[in-house]
């Protein structure tokens, strides 16, 4: 019932940026500000491994330490979107990117279609 949406992937050189969105919507018994969200990466041959989370307030965030001082997590819970901004990127970032949203009190999840983000020169 609930969707999340990502856009905002492409190829860029390395140490370029880009800034992904995931936009949330059709939530009915539930709001946005009830979800902590993530992103998570999945590489050719690697596990889906969690890059940054957000709480549902958005006064917590978390790293992964591979993208620690380059990417930040944010979000707006009136555009019911939340962000990663990725700078400083390297060709070891390339990979699909999905969002995720998770209930705080259910603790279920909702994953969206992923977006591609390739870094080579």
């Known amino acids: 019932q609930v969707q999340v949406v990502e856009s905002g992937g492409g190829l860029v050189q390395p140490g370029g940026s880009l800034r992904l969105s995931c936009a949330a919507s059709?939530?009915?018994?539930?709001?946005?500000?009830?979800?902590?969200m993530s992103w998570y990466r999945q590489a050719p041959g690697k596990e889906r491994e969690l890059v940054a989370s957000?709480?549902?307030?958005?006064?917590?965030?978390n790293y992964a330490d591979s993208v620690k001082g380059r990417f930040t997590i944010s979000r707006d819970n009136a555009k019911k979107t939340v962000y990663l901004q990725m700078n400083s990127l390297k060709p070891e970032d390339t990979a699909v990117y999905y969002c995720?949203?998770?209930?705080?009190?259910?603790?279920?999840?909702?994953w969206g279609q992923g977006t591609q983000v390739t870094v080579s020169s």
């Open positions: 059709r939530f009915t018994f539930s709001s946005f500000s009830t979800y902590a």
């Open positions: 957000i709480t549902s307030g958005g006064g917590n965030t």
């Open positions: 995720n949203a998770r209930h705080i009190y259910s603790r279920a999840d909702v």
